[in-house]
């Protein structure tokens, strides 16, 4: 089973500035990651798929990076509404697996 | 509109089953793959298996691989997750996403395991 590693666990940032999230596999998943945001009493949402892909409706300010292992996720610009939970997860192996979060909190 | 409705909370005693199901439209269901994530009050998200729902091909994690079944009915677009031999720790909220990377999700389902 491929684990996935978030990092940091809580990220604090000011609105308007930029966050970077990190995301890193034990074992390669080429670039089949995707990542998901999570707002409280809400079902996650995909964001980005095939490691930098942004999926449909999702705003510009958001954009994913890397391939084989590491893997980021920056919000350009951190809006109100961006203030949530973000988890990766790998489908490049049997089976899916999920990282543990990163708490984008407002500073 | 793309939807996916699930079935409503459910209570159930441990040692039981709960089946949860997620009912699909607005996209093209057959031509689609349903996965099931369960996450604990506060926890994180568990992956706990996948389906095809065209081939019926199913794909579990190794946690729950033993008493997880996930099914499909195509006349209906409609999955379903069964979870056998309940407890305590299965308390959480189930969610069916479907689409090959998650795209869509349904809205949740509590399940509360108690005696």
């Known amino acids: 089973e491929i684990m996935m590693t978030q990092s940091p666990a809580t990220l604090s940032v000011s609105p308007g500035e930029r966050a970077t999230l990190s995301c890193r596999a034990s074992q390669s998943v080429n670039s089949n990651l995707a990542w998901f945001q999570q707002k409280p009493g809400q079902a996650p949402r995909l964001l980005i798929y095939g490691a930098s892909t942004r999926a449909t409706g999702i705003p510009a300010r958001f954009s994913g990076g890397g391939s084989g292992t590491e893997f980021t996720l920056t919000i350009s610009s951190l809006q109100s509404e961006d203030f949530a939970v973000y988890y990766c997860q790998q489908y490049n192996n049997w089976p899916r697996t999920f990282g543990r979060g990163t708490k984008l909190e407002i500073k | 509109q793309v939807q996916l409705v699930q079935s409503g909370p459910e209570v159930k005693k441990p040692g039981t089953s709960v089946k949860v199901s997620c009912k699909a439209s607005?996209?093209?269901?057959?031509?689609?793959?349903v996965q099931w994530v369960r996450q604990a009050r506060g926890q994180r998200l568990e992956w706990i298996g996948w389906i095809a729902v065209g081939s019926g091909n199913t794909n579990y994690a190794q946690n729950f691989r033993e008493r997880v079944t996930i099914t499909r009915d195509m006349s209906t677009n409609t999955a379903y997750m069964e979870l056998s031999s309940l407890t305590s720790e299965d308390t959480a909220i189930f969610y069916c996403?479907?689409?090959?990377?998650?795209?869509?999700w349904g809205q949740g389902t509590l399940v509360t395991v108690s005696s």
């Open positions: 607005g996209f093209t269901f057959i031509t689609s793959a």
């Open positions: 996403a479907a689409g090959h990377y998650g795209d869509y």
